[in-house]
């Protein structure tokens, strides 16, 4: 079993900042890889930025600039730093890993979402 958590969300106003954690806790033996995705209310999920083991960053055109991806493989830690924020990343943030529970065995899981709420 494997444990997805996300944390750090809340209401902020334009132009502001926060800051999201994710931990994954279980049966990993390593991180493949781990993201950010959004979705917003009548909208499908959508790619906010993602990190590989080896520290390869992708970020999504609306975000590029504003927000940064870390992690700590070491901890199976990831965090997404949002600055600049604007009402429409207005959304629930979920945390993505993937990882290997053993030499070939790949894994996915999801956590729970946090929302992040941007007034104008």
């Known amino acids: 079993q494997v444990q997805v958590v996300e944390s750090g969300g809340g209401l902020v106003q334009a132009g502001g900042s926060l800051r999201l954690s994710c931990a994954a806790s279980?049966?990993?033996?390593?991180?493949?890889?781990m993201a950010w995705y959004r979705q917003a209310p009548g909208k499908p999920r959508e790619l906010v930025a993602a990190?590989?083991?080896?520290?390869?960053?992708t970020y999504a055109d609306s975000v590029k600039g504003r927000f940064t991806i870390s992690g700590n493989n070491a901890r199976n830690m990831l965090y997404l730093q949002m600055n600049s924020l604007k009402p429409e990343d207005t959304a629930v943030y979920f945390c993505?890993?993937?990882?290997?529970?053993?030499?070939?065995?790949?894994?996915?899981?999801w956590g729970q979402g946090t929302q992040v709420t941007v007034s104008s």
């Open positions: 993505n890993a993937d990882y290997f529970m053993s030499k070939y065995n790949l894994s996915s899981s």
């Open positions: 279980g049966n990993i033996a390593s991180i493949s890889a």
């Open positions: 990190i590989t083991a080896g520290g390869t960053t």
